[in-house]
């Protein structure tokens, strides 16, 4: 149903290719075509139209840039459009110059608040070194209190709480013990209410009132749809709205809610949450959203969380080992683990783009994932380091124990000497030598050393070639799996052409890279 | 900042438009023309009824150019027929099973409205003089448990849950499943955890809870139903796909629907689906719930009669 946006586009501008000027009717059809996936991204029908007008203006006007690809230019034009919007980047929670700072959330029921204060406290605590104090101030849902405390407990954050009183002494007196206990930041975690219920709502203003929170954060599911014009105009009209949180991006809502709040409330999202743990808070990127709504994938995301996770010295050692043709099978595992490591694959593909709507079609799912491990693990150690062993009862036992087929042993060993074979043409070549360690490291994650996606330079070893080419992609692909699968073949850069404008370019090169976190499959299963 | 401050100003003029364009664009002696259609659209579209709204307004352009609509009576009438044809008929309770009692199963991703459907699920069926027991296998959300227990006292049911943090659902759905059959309730309503529908893992971890039930009571769950937030755009389409496709959904619960949300997503989940909406919810309180009602539904998205303007 989501086709992505730069399918779309690639078929309404199929006569337009290579095209240089964008022309009164070619763009009204392109316009049509944003619109629609703007609208199904849940971006609300007025602000949809509006920014299709400005993109009309813009992408005709004068600013027209000579020799680029019309559709280029055109998508170009509307991202560019939506990150202006949702921007500007940097966006804060500003301190009281006089402590206690006192944040408000306030949301809708089921929003995320409650977490969300969790995950605040956290990152005030850990980032900002700052002594925050969390008041159950929601009386009213069952446990609500019970779950900030136990979440309190879970961020070593003392949570306040008055046994049935209401809001207002809660906080006035939440704010007053802060004083006194010396926390510099106070985070009240109020009822959901929906807009429309009007004593609430005249509950939490008035609370607002007696209080007077320096910051007041509106929390809003990603999933909303385009509703969320009306509730926030009700939530900012009561309250004095400073800044919003946009929860749940961690599912595929393209999240188009976050242009229609930032139109209606002109504040800025401060932060993202992205999981239920209390360490899923991450700040807010109009490029990425930007992106994202317009179904062209999270390509920088992915880029960043694989420069992240991906092993440095793993990845300098699975290179040399390729090029210097002493590459094994056991190798091939710890690849296909590396791989692994970024997450589930739906994910993993979903952030790119020309994919990401796909990817739910694809047999490139975690099952398929599991099967392909359980090749391996089936192995024995001595056969991984030399897969000359293999011969055809070794093959049926490793079909046994994995629970399938020796077709697939069969199949797996091909893609093996495929891959070989590849890497040492490209030894040959003098590829190894030309690059620098750096360089190789770099080109194993599918990145160049300037920040840039890649192009030929990785060659076989990039990460795109994993996907395509001969790494981990002839793993998952060949047998027809990913069939129709926009990757181009021999490791070529699936990200080439179709990333979206602005990102990379206006990109600086991600922080320092960290040691992949150790995390343990329990803590990642939820 | 010249666009945020123009964008805002047309977005309050949105709500006005909306607001009496429901009561306004249908209030009689209106032409049909390229304003009208241009409003219908924004109405369609803004109840969330996704590409459908494009759909119904070619449609009608269609009709209109053949002489076929002759002014706004028509088109009023032609979509709500349009609308009723796509989401018919109304629902029902589900009947007991022959023995034991009826178990069913509730899901849906983080904070739709799960476990206050289940009260207010067990409060209709309590009504109705039936037995209930609740089965609290949401053993992940901090303090779930506690909450759904608030709940059974309220409500005057049995509740089986664990006491500890993190113990494995199926394994007090299984101990739900068989209390409820040993001490001869009439209904089971069993819990979940909130998850996303992008996450294989745990919708592994529903089809496991749902096979274990099997083995408690035969042929468990009965019904699995699927609880959307009406506040909800597109994705709740995706979701029921998702969720169906783990766990072979029998019936949607669409919570939340007391705001200004129309939660026209079903539409998109009918055309894709054809699951049937079974209740709806419309508050916080144990009696704010009620069996769907296609005609009511409806009505909050294209008003009927002329003149009135929307039911309350
Ligand atoms: N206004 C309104 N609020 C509702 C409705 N149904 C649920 N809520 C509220 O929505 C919030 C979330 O509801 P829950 O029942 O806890 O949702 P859940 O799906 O069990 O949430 P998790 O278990 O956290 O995933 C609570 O504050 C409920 O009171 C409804 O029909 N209308
Ligand atoms: N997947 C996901 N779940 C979230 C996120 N934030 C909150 N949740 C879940 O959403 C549900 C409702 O959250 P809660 O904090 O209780 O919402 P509140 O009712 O607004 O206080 C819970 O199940 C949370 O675990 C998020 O960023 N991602
Ligand atoms: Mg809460
Ligand atoms: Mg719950």
């Excluded at chain 1, 459009?81 to 009281?96: S, W, Y």
């Excluded at chain 1, 008041?135 to 961020?155: H, N, S, T, Y």
């Excluded at chain 1, 024995?380 to 629970?403: F, H, K, N, V, Y």
């Excluded at chain 2, 209740?279 to 909050?300: K, R």
């Amino acid at each position: 149903m989501f086709e992505s946006l730069t399918e779309r586009l690639t078929s309404s501008f199929a006569g337009l290719r290579g095209r240089k000027e964008l022309t009164a009717e070619n763009v009204e059809e392109g316009l049509r075509e944003v619109r629609q996936a703007l609208l199904e991204a849940d971006v609300h029908f007025r602000v949809a139209k509006d920014l299709v007008e400005k993109v009309r203006e813009r992408a005709l006007g004068d600013e027209r840039i000579k020799g680029v690809d019309a559709s280029e230019q055109f998508v170009h034009a509307f991202h560019q459009e939506l990150v202006e919007l949702m921007g500007p980047e940097d966006a804060r929670i500003q301190f009281a110059s006089k402590p206690p700072t006192v944040i408000l959330v306030a949301g809708l029921q089921g929003a995320g608040k409650t977490t969300t204060c969790a995950k605040l406290a956290k990152l005030l605590k850990e980032k900002h070194q700052k002594r925050p104090l969390l008041v159950a101030a929601d009386v009213k849902r069952p446990a609500a209190i019970e779950q900030l405390r136990v979440m309190g407990e879970r961020v070593g954050v003392p949570v306040h709480s008055v046994e049935g009183a209401a809001p207002p002494l809660v906080c006035t007196s939440g704010v007053h013990r802060a004083k006194e206990e010396g926390h510099d930041v106070v985070i009240l975690d109020t009822a959901g209410r929906l807009h429309v219920a009007e004593e609430l709502m005249r509950e939490v203003g008035g609370l607002a009132r007696e209080v007077k929170p320096d910051a007041q954060v509106l929390v809003v599911d990603a999933m909303t749809g385009q509703d969320a014009v009306q509730s926030a105009e009700s939530f900012h009209s009561e309250l004095e709205l400073t800044g919003l949180i946009l929860t749940k991006l961690d599912g595929d809502a393209r999240g188009g809610a976050a242009v229609s709040l930032k139109a209606v409330t002109g504040c800025p999202v401060l932060f993202v949450g992205t999981g239920e743990k209390v360490e899923d808070l991450e700040p807010f990127h109009p490029d990425r959203m930007a992106g994202r709504i317009l179904g062209m994938g999270d390509v920088v995301g992915l880029v960043e969380k694989a420069s992240q996770e991906i092993d440095e010295r793993e990845a300098q050692d699975t290179y040399e080992k390729m090029v210097m043709g002493t590459f094994t099978l056991e190798d091939m595992l710890a690849q296909l683990r590396m791989m692994r490591r970024l997450g589930p694959m739906k994910k993993v593909l979903g952030m790119m783009p020309g994919i990401g709507g796909m990817a739910k079609d694809l047999d490139i799912d975690d099952k398929h994932m599991n099967r392909l491990e359980a090749l391996f693990t089936s192995m024995t150690p001595a056969e991984r380091l030399q897969p000359g062993l293999l011969d055809m009862s070794r093959r049926r036992r490793i079909a046994r124990g994995s629970g399938q087929e020796v077709g697939a042993v069969n199949e797996l060993l091909k893609r093996f000497k495929d891959m070989k074979k590849l890497m040492k043409q490209m030894g040959k070549m003098g590829m190894g030598a030309k690059l620098g360690a750096k360089a190789k490291r770099d080109a194993l994650k599918g990145m160049s050393a300037t920040g840039e996606l890649a192009g030929d330079a990785g060659g076989a070893g990039g990460l795109g070639s994993m996907l395509g080419g001969g790494g981990l992609g002839s793993m998952l692909g060949g047998g027809g799996d990913m069939g129709g699968m926009p990757v181009p073949p021999g490791g070529a850069n699936p990200f080439e052409g179709n990333r979206p404008m602005g990102s990379s370019s206006t990109r600086k090169r991600p922080a320092k890279r960290k040691k992949k976190p150790k995390r343990s499959r329990k803590g990642r299963k939820r | 900042m010249g666009v945020l401050a123009r964008l805002a100003a047309r977005l309050g003029r949105t709500r006005e438009a909306i607001g009496d364009g429901i009561s306004g664009l249908f209030r009689g002696g209106r032409e049909i023309d390229a304003a009208l259609f241009n409003e219908l659209e924004e109405l369609l579209w803004t109840s969330d009824l996704g590409p459908i709204a494009g759909e119904l307004c070619e449609e009608l352009k269609r009709l209109h150019r053949r002489g076929e609509l002759k002014g706004e009576e028509d088109v009023r009438s032609h979509l709500r027929k349009e609308l009723s044809a796509r989401l018919d008929e109304s629902a029902e309770d589900p009947p007991q099973p022959s023995a034991g009692p009826l178990i069913v199963l509730i899901v849906g991703v983080n904070g739709s409205g799960k476990t206050t459907s289940i009260a207010k699920l067990a409060h209709r069926f309590t009504e109705q003089g039936k037995r209930v027991l609740l089965g609290a296998a949401d053993t992940f959300r901090a303090a779930a448990a506690d909450q759904l227990e608030v709940w059974a006292e309220r409500n005057g049911a049995d509740i089986v849950r664990s006491h500890k943090d993190g113990a494995d659902p199926a394994s007090v759905a299984f101990d739900a499943a068989k209390r409820g059959q040993e001490d001869g309730a009439d209904i089971v309503l069993v819990d979940t955890a909130g998850r996303l529908h992008t996450q294989r893992n745990l919708l592994e971890e529903l089809e496991k809870v749902r096979r274990v039930l099997g083995k408690a009571v035969d042929g468990a769950p009965h019904e699995t139903w699927l609880v959307l937030d009406a506040t909800n755009g597109q994705n709740a389409v995706q979701q029921a796909k998702e969720f169906t496709s783990a766990v072979e959904v029998s019936g949607l619960v669409l919570a939340k629907l007391d705001g200004t949300a129309r939660g026209g997503a079903v539409f998109g989940i009918r055309d894709a689906l054809s699951l049937p909406v079974r209740y709806v919810g419309t508050g916080e309180s144990l009696g704010d719930l009620d069996l769907f009602d296609p005609g009511a539904f409806i009505d909050a998205i294209v008003p009927e009669g002329s003149g009135e303007g929307p039911r309350a």
